[in-house]
């Protein structure tokens, strides 16, 4: 029986409530609880979407920036980060101040109705959000109206582990461990929703499936150490 709803309005107002409050720990935890393998996965996800200098970016689900700010140390673009919740937005807005960057900037706002124009961004990124977001196929054609003909969307995710024996330990990890340690520091369902939101994110191939049904001409999945994270890139057609 699932502890959280997983689908619609009543998953929105969670969220958006969760990582309100959540953000003061947020960075830390991520970094802590993964022992820094998010950073390289962040890493691996940027070179793996191949952005070009004077490109259009939209992070889609910011979060506190740290995409927009991995690109931004190998790339001269100009970037959008949008999120749900505000506090997220906040953190991420001050860290572009103290890094004294002018070229990102970031708003409040909703993967499911983008304030943006149509056919007015080169690439879009989306990291550790899309699992949260309440509609998959709404936000999915949203990214395929703001993208530009010839433009590709980049999701980061986690999956389900190919080899058995990983999937074991990282279910063990994932359950029972990282839970009781993040609720000596954050709000503890919030990581018990993790583990559970990852149970019920669709598999690989269907994820594949709705990025070509939202009329991207071709998707591409891969893999990151044992599959536990996955990056999926849907490319829209040039014309
Ligand atoms: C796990 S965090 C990921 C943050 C960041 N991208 C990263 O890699 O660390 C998920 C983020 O998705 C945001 N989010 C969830 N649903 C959203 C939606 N419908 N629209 C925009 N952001 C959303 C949350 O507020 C949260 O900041």
Redesign the pocket.
């Known amino acids: 029986m699932p502890e959280f709803t997983h689908t619609g309005d009543e998953k929105?107002e969670f969220?958006?409530k969760?990582?309100?409050d959540i953000?003061p720990s947020?960075?830390f935890l991520?970094h802590f609880l993964s022992l820094g393998i998010?950073i390289y996965w962040?890493k691996k996800f940027i070179k793996k979407i191949e952005i070009q200098d004077g490109n259009t970016i939209l992070?889609?689900?910011?979060?506190?920036?740290?995409?927009g700010f991995q690109i931004l140390t190998k790339h001269s673009v100009s970037i959008t980060g949008?999120?749900?919740?505000p506090k997220?937005v906040e953190l991420a807005q001050g860290k572009a101040r103290g890094k004294k960057l002018d070229n990102i900037t970031f708003i409040e706002?909703?993967?499911?109705n983008l304030p943006l124009d149509d056919n007015s961004v080169d690439c879009l990124t989306?990291?550790?959000?899309f699992?949260?977001?309440?509609n998959y196929e709404t936000?999915l054609s949203e990214f395929y109206r703001v993208l530009k003909p010839g433009g590709k969307l980049g999701i980061?995710e986690f999956s389900k582990p190919k080899s058995k024996i990983i999937d074991i330990i990282f279910h063990l990890y994932f359950h029972h461990i990282l839970p009781r340690i993040a609720s000596f520091f954050s709000r503890s369902d919030a990581y018990r929703y993790?583990p559970e939101s990852v149970d019920f994110f669709p598999s690989r191939h269907d994820i594949c499936r709705k990025i070509i049904y939202s009329g991207f001409k071709r998707a591409e999945i891969h893999d990151l150490t044992f599959g536990i994270s996955t990056v999926f890139i849907g490319f829209k057609d040039e014309k």
């Open positions: 929105k969220v958006r969760m990582f309100d953000s947020y960075d991520n998010d962040r992070d889609v689900a910011c979060g506190t920036g740290d995409v949008i999120d749900l919740s997220m706002g909703d993967a499911e989306i990291s550790y959000g699992r949260n977001i309440s936000a980061l993790l």
